[in-house]
């Protein structure tokens, strides 16, 4: 059992703005300290980052609104806390507490993914599908529900219909889609919005390419401050990871798909 939704569902937009935002941070800065929330809904986009580096207001504009369209920026900025910027000052340590379980992904949730790819390429709007067992639900904003039964004859599609989506008609916040995201993995975080020093990306990416790469469970903890992790130092977790997010194109594109993608 399975859901997926698209890069368009308004949870993926707030994923996405804070993506794009900690890509800026990045251009500005090898190793910026950053964190990211975003909630976006009926005109507005209210954003809080704390960051160890300036970002433009111009620029946070523009991300928003070509992410997510012409909507009313709310954007406060505040420096990072001086204890967090401590534990990094001089190398990368666990920047938190966190739990992280890797699981590797099953058939059926790469058969959901390529369904859900598969429409998004159609329709780029908000959408939703759930794959449990045999049983597929879709729900996929502007779209024609006959067309998509024609596709999927054995599908439950649009049980209320047609309809718009988006943000006029949902709030999206980060970080609320990591069943979407992680599947059957496990964190006691979100994985989007924030630097590489943050254990909630560099320590679930790492569990999660070695889940796959073992083919079986991979669960580790850390505690902030920590300079090892599975027995590897704090350093080359965040390489891997760093090598991980430049493969697939920067923060913005990791929070389209998540780990799923």
Known sequence: MFEKVNPCHPDKLADRIAGALVDLAYAKSEN?????EVLIGHGV???????ST????AEVKAAVRRIAGRLKVDYREVAQDTHLAANQEDKFRCGDNGIF????VTDEQMQLLDIARTIFAKYPSDGKYILDGKRL?????????????ELYPDA???????WTGG???????????????MADSVTGGGLHGKDLSKADVSVNIYAWLKAQARKTPVELSCAIGDEYVDGRPY?????IARKYIARIGGFEKFAEWGLIR
């Open 156 to 162: 439950v599609i649009n049980p209320l219909g047609d």
């Open 54 to 57: 300036a970002l433009n207001a």
């Open 137 to 149: 639900i879709i729900c996929q904003s502007n779209a024609h529900t006959a067309a998509l039964e």
């Open 45 to 51: 986009c209210h954003i809080i980052a704390e960051t």
């Open 32 to 36: 910026p300290k950053i964190a990211v």
């Open 101 to 104: 379980k890797g699981v590797p």
């Open 235 to 239: 350093a080359e977790i965040v390489s």
């Open 167 to 181: 943000t006029d008609v949902d709030t999206g916040a980060t970080n609320r889609k990591l069943g979407s995201d």
